[in-house]
């Protein structure tokens, strides 16, 4: 298992959120030993764009104004 840094941990809600429509449109109850190839490139496509967005968030709110 990975350890996530505190602001990792935060942008996981995020990435959830993302993934829930994916999710939806595939079918919650497929095993993900059929899904295909397209389904898996775009999970992982919207989990790393997800994530990205709010870790740039997250480092935006972490700037010290100078």
Known sequence: MV???EEET???PAVMSALAPEMER???DRPLAQLTQNDMHRLIAVTIEAFRVKMAEIAL???IPF
């Open 26 to 28: 595939i079918g919650w």
């Open 61 to 63: 709110e972490d700037e």
């Open 10 to 12: 935060q942008a996981l």
């Open 3 to 5: 350890d996530f840094t």
